[in-house]
């Protein structure tokens, strides 16, 4: 149980243009979803909490108008990078928390999202 | 930007041998903690977690032991095997629910 997907798991585009990863949970039901992004030989670094049915609250230092969070359902949230540039080529993971009385502060990671943007 | 001459610290071990790997935390006030390990172009993988009123946890082959007092967490592996080889993360969280993670270790099994 507890399995998170994200799709596509690799992605290359032109500078300017706009990309959407999505995170899915596919067993359980999350009200709560989480985009990280993690650069070459270094830790995870959170960006954002998504909050299903409201808005995303973003960590100091993450511009919420490049990093749209959407998480319209409590199976799916999605990150778009809008007009990439090349320092946005990163590796991005999401995480979902299991629903409330299970062990809610454990959250599970999707297989991440390699971005490259030429 | 790029990172020139970032590494990850790295433990090697023989196959078969016992591992342990170390983590400092941050926050005094963090009651919740979790190794997750991340092998190469993955996400992390949940190994074993453990709450602030425990100070030993064992696993399948694993074991976290946490001492407050200095804000320490290691995670110990029996008979390390070359599918251990990855990076391990700790994490720690508490009343706001956010993960924060440690830097990482590699660990390299040599057959």
């Known amino acids: 149980g507890a399995v998170v997907s994200q799709h596509p798991s690799w992605v290359i585009c032109k500078s300017g243009t706009s990309v959407k990863i999505e995170c899915r949970s596919l067993d359980f039901q999350a009200t709560t979803m989480f985009w990280y992004r993690q650069f070459p030989k270094q830790s995870l670094m959170l960006m954002a909490t998504?909050?299903?049915?409201?808005?995303?609250?973003?960590e100091q230092g993450v511009e919420k108008d490049k990093f749209l969070i959407n998480h319209a359902s409590l199976t799916l949230s999605t990150l778009t990078v809008t007009s990439a540039h090349p320092e946005d080529s990163s590796f991005y993971i999401c995480s979902a928390r299991p629903p409330h009385g299970t062990s809610q502060e454990t959250q599970y990671f999707g297989p991440g999202t390699r971005l490259l943007v030429l | 930007g790029e990172n020139v001459g970032l590494h990850l610290p790295t433990l090697s071990v023989q196959e078969g041998d016992n591992s342990i790997i170390n983590c400092a935390y941050s926050n005094s006030a963090s009651d919740y903690f979790i190794w997750y390990k991340q092998e190469s172009g993955k996400g992390p993988q949940f190994i074993i977690d453990?709450?602030?009123?425990?100070d030993k946890r064992q696993g399948q082959r694993v074991t976290v032991l946490l001492n407050k007092t200095v804000k320490h967490l290691s995670l110990q592996i029996a008979a390390t095997q070359p599918g251990d080889s990855a990076v391990y993360f700790c994490?720690?969280?508490?009343?706001?629910?956010?993960?924060?993670f440690g830097t990482g270790t590699l660990l390299a099994v040599q057959p």
């Open positions: 998504s909050n299903e049915g409201s808005k995303a609250t973003y």
């Open positions: 453990i709450r602030s009123n425990m």
């Open positions: 994490a720690e969280t508490g009343a706001t629910n956010k993960l924060i």
